[in-house]
């Protein structure tokens, strides 16, 4: 992970530019005739790039649409509306060839280490089938020598290679997870909350382990997560979310110093700081209820019935997203200019 | 002093005995809440933090469970040899209970309204109308809308931070002198986190009560705790004030703990300190320090013998080293 964020001159090509993208799941009724009666709105148009080699943070709370915007930029669900282009390869436009290489060179880590790993199957078995499948290592020695490598990096013994995952600990599996994920060299990886189930000891070893990889590698990151003091640590710019679409998007300093959107100013708050003398002094900002239905979003900015600040045209009509200072884009009708 | 303590547990031994052989889960853990006092229990998963609790009120299945040994004293008397009945009219009255997960810990075929009644019809004996009204009264008081309708809904109706309104509503039905709350924000999102720990301190300070928060986020920790114990595989391995604790940590653990968090107000000055290695395996009957194995400055004696938990620092500032980290030198 470099110390300071790639800037936009440098790196003109992003390799990740998602535009306008939108997921909505059908809500049928019916038995014999369904009918849709509605749909819901998880991801409702959202605009960002990731540069080659940054971690990009992507936060909000349970059921904001960050893990479907995350599954839907690897092509795992179809898109309703917008374009996510890879790397040069437009998602909608790419024929079978191209969606089997996109499959080879974006790979995701689960958040779930007990949930995303067959328990059937051996960690030779597990690390091993991304290698099988894209048919990379068709003769089964050289297949096992590169898991034995694969463990080797995420700092797993090759001995445990015929173990089964329900013999390792939390932090052990996740590494398994990270091993499928490097087995096909990729470029980027969706990270899902790959650390939100571990013990705060173990979660250290992981985020270390995914730097240097990050670092040896040269690969890129979506970072999804809620735990916002850890992808301050990690990451380089920080997307924020809610309700479906994104509020503010900064260089990772820049948004935690000074945020702009009142629910960023309110998540910042809300979040407790290990220290009491410093947590008594803490300003916070207690948001009013609960995140709306994503089916039926609340008109105009989709944040008014909760915001502190909201005033009469924030209900009407929907805020654009623009920047306004270099590289901080936000959505606002508050923020001037 | 002593007489101040209105919960005093010692040298409290929890195992169960499963299949595979016996889980040592609790391994000699002695607290001391005083009245109107907030203290936390903080630890990683499998501590024994849960299982210290449960055992205090006697919600640990006997068998599986065993409590080997310890006294829990409330109000001259030890909690661990009542009879279940005698249990239950201190279960939910003068000590209550709220859990992580409020989906679970609800009866999802009975309504709010019912569940919310058990408690008021149980202990305090009241009729229909009046638990009505009062029921009304509660859920007004733990901030849900529209109450007198939610008492008619099912947990399922409810979002995942009212569920966990409605059974801190449930918890002080009685006024209990004593709450104790396992994890109750863990499975929330930071806002509605903040709305709940801002919700419990002002029921505290309101009625006077004391809570035992357990945790595992020294966040949450650093914002309600007056004082702090921290539990490793089974032990208490520190007890401070929170200020000591976060300032002057004294065992090697509770160091490496706070080393490896990030902090959402700070610039990222280095990476993360992390921890080597898992903790102990309970199945194993402890020997020595449970973090000798993960400890930097391990030495002989730690891998033989326990060390006592002794008072370190001023205030009853206490850790279990054989070390002084102070000067990394043995005491």
């Known amino acids: 992970m470099s110390a300071s964020p790639p800037m936009r001159s440098e790196n003109p090509q992003p390799l990740i530019q998602v535009r306008q993208l939108k997921k909505h799941f059908p809500i049928r009724q019916g038995l014999i005739f369904e009918k849709e009666v509605g749909a819901v709105k998880a991801v409702d148009g959202i605009t960002f790039d990731i540069q080659q080699g940054e971690t990009l943070g992507l936060v909000g709370e349970s059921g904001c649409g960050k893990t479907t915007a995350g599954r839907t930029i690897l092509g795992l669900y179809p898109i309703t509306a917008g374009s996510v282009i890879i790397s040069g390869i437009s998602l909608e436009e790419a024929d079978k060839e191209h969606i089997k290489l996109l499959r080879r060179y974006a790979q995701m880590i689960f958040q779930d280490p007990y949930a995303s790993l067959n328990p059937r199957w051996t960690v030779s078995a597990i690390i091993g089938e991304p290698l099988r499948v894209h048919k990379l290592l068709a003769d089964d020695k050289a297949r096992t020598e590169r898991v034995h490598e694969l463990m080797l990096k995420v700092g797993l013994s090759p001995r445990l290679i015929n173990r089964f995952p329900h013999e390792f600990s939390g932090g052990q599996r996740q590494r398994i997870g990270v091993a499928r994920a490097l087995a096909c060299n990729p470029k980027f990886i969706v990270c899902d909350e790959p650390i939100s189930a571990l013990d705060v000891s173990i979660q250290a070893q992981v985020v270390n382990l995914l730097e240097d990889l990050q670092d040896e590698f040269g690969l890129t990151y979506l970072f999804i997560a809620h735990d916002l003091s850890m992808v301050r640590h990690i990451c380089d710019r920080v997307a924020v979310m809610y309700l479906g679409v994104m509020v503010e998007l900064a260089e990772r300093d820049e948004l935690y110093d000074n945020p702009l959107h009142p629910y960023t100013q309110a998540l910042l708050s809300a979040v407790p700081v290990p220290d009491p003398k410093t947590s008594r002094k803490r300003q916070r900002i207690i948001l009013p209820g609960d995140v709306p239905s994503p089916i039926n979003p609340p008109s105009g900015c989709r944040f008014h019935p909760r915001c502190p600040i909201a005033m009469e045209h924030c209900s009407q009509q929907e805020p654009e997203w623009r920047e306004v200072t270099q590289g901080h884009w936000v959505a606002c009708h508050a923020v001037n200019p | ?331």
């Not at chain 2, 449930?170 to 209990?176: G, K, N, Q, T, Y």
């Not at chain 2, 004082?227 to 004294?250: H, K, Q, S, T």
């Open chain 2, 1 to 331: 002093m002593e007489s101040q303590n209105l919960l005093e547990v010692k040298d409290l031994r929890t195992r169960f005995h499963i299949a595979e052989g016996t889980v040592y889960a609790v391994n000699g853990v002695s607290l001391a809440l005083k009245e109107g006092e907030t203290i936390a229990v903080v630890g990683e998963s499998g501590c024994g933090k849960s299982v210290t609790m449960l055992s205090i009120l006697g919600l640990i299945p006997i068998p599986p469970g065993e409590i080997a040994s310890g006294e829990a004293l409330y109000q001259g008397r030890d909690l661990l040899k009542l009879t279940e009945s005698e249990m239950e009219h201190i279960r939910g009255k003068d000590v209550a209970m709220i859990f992580q997960d409020p989906m679970t810990a609800l009866n999802p075929v009975l309504s709010i309204g019912r569940q919310l009644g058990e408690p008021l019809r149980v202990h305090l004996d009241m009729d229909k109308p009046a638990i009505r009204q009062r029921s009304i009264e509660l859920l007004e008081q733990v901030g849900i809308p529209d109450p007198a309708h939610r008492l008619t809904e099912y947990p399922h109706q409810l979002s995942g931070g009212q569920r966990q309104r409605a059974m801190i509503a449930m918890s002080l039905a009685c006024f209990p002198s004593i709450l104790i709350a396992d994890e109750p924000t863990t499975a929330l999102d930071v806002t509605i986190q903040a709305q709940i720990v801002e919700l419990v301190q002002q029921f505290r300070e309101q009625m006077h009560m004391s809570v035992i928060w357990i945790t595992h986020d020294l966040g949450v920790v650093a914002e309600i705790a007056e004082r702090v114990l921290v539990m490793y595989a089974g032990f208490i391995v520190e007890e401070a004030l929170v200020d000591d604790l976060f300032e002057d940590p004294r065992h090697p653990y509770t160091l490496a703990l706070l080393a490896a968090l990030p902090r959402v107000d700070r610039r990222r000055d280095r990476r993360l300190n992390s921890i080597p290695g898992a903790p102990p395996n309970l199945l194993l009957e402890p020997k020595g320090c449970p973090f000798a194995a993960r400890c930097e400055l391990v030495f002989d004696r730690c891998r033989e013998e326990m060390p006592p938990l002794i008072q370190v620092a001023p205030n009853h500032h206490q850790a279990a080293c054989w070390f002084d980290v102070t000067t990394g030198k043995p005491r």
